[in-house]
């Protein structure tokens, strides 16, 4: 679904700023660049702020008009920092435009065009989107850059694309900030009553105290990471326990 999210630039002067646009794109899972009469292109500083992006920046394709960039597109959605007199559907909120480009990216090609730098999008290209949008920002300072508009549309595209059940998306998590199993949790316990017992803190078997420390360790719900410190934390106290059972 991603692969059928096109970004448009159209005309960018900065070479920077395509680089930019493209490590915005791609932190954001969207592969597809489209440039329209690049002011410069291929540049070294495109590659450069790409940092990690080279490959959209390489693999972007330059047309000569807008309207070939758009040819097999089935909704095209113009970003403009101010409306225009055009009497095209406009999408107050980024996420509500961004739900429904995903909706149709299911199974066609869709776009977002970016205008250039100073000037946005003329009159001519919006006729050539189906929707409007602008990101709401400071009235009194609502200047973003290239990049950064991008970012944003490209960020809340990939929200509504995680977000549908069929996305199959999972966060990433360090194998330390896990939930640790069910066995793991067994043995730390039966470690924790082990050294309870020893160290005298229980003299007899108290299953009302273990159950309420076993419950009070549930509702902290330890990462993988902190059972092991719990873990290192009983172990040193047995080593230091006088006649310590092996």
């Not at 540049?43 to 920046?57: F, I, K, M, S």
């Not at 990101?135 to 990049?147: F, H, Q, R, T």
């Not at 996305?167 to 050294?195: D, I, K, M, W």
């Amino acid at each position: 679904m991603l692969s059928n999210i096109r970004v448009v630039l159209v005309q960018t002067f900065h070479p920077g700023n395509i680089g930019a646009s493209a490590r915005a794109m791609k932190t954001m899972g969207l592969s597809d660049l489209v440039l329209v009469n690049p002011h410069q292109f291929p540049d070294q500083e495109a590659t450069r702020l790409a940092a990690g992006a080279e490959d959209l920046v390489e693999n972007a394709r330059v047309v000569g008009t807008l309207g070939e960039a758009l040819s097999d597109c089935v909704q095209v959605v113009g970003a403009s920092a101010r409306l225009r007199s055009l009497p095209l559907p406009h999408f107050d909120e980024p996420d509500a435009m961004a739900r429904a480009l995903v909706e149709h990216a299911a199974t066609d090609p869709v776009a977002l065009v970016f205008g250039r730098e100073r000037s946005g999008l003329t009159n001519d290209e919006i006729r050539l989107c189906s929707h409007q949008v602008s990101i709401p920002a400071n009235p009194e300072y609502g200047i973003l850059n290239l990049s950064q508009a991008v970012q944003v549309l490209a960020y809340e595209v990939f929200k509504a694309w995680r977000r549908r059940p069929e996305s199959g998306y999972l966060p990433q998590r360090p194998e330390e900030e896990r939930a640790p199993s069910r066995e793991q949790l067994g043995h730390f316990h039966h470690h924790l009553s082990r050294v309870m017992r020893e160290s005298g803190f229980l003299t007899q078997p108290h299953a009302r105290t273990e159950a309420q420390l076993q419950a009070l360790f549930a509702r902290a719900q330890p990462s993988r990471k902190e059972l092991s410190l719990l873990r290192g934390l009983l172990a040193s106290v047995e080593q230091h326990l006088p006649d310590r059972k092996e």
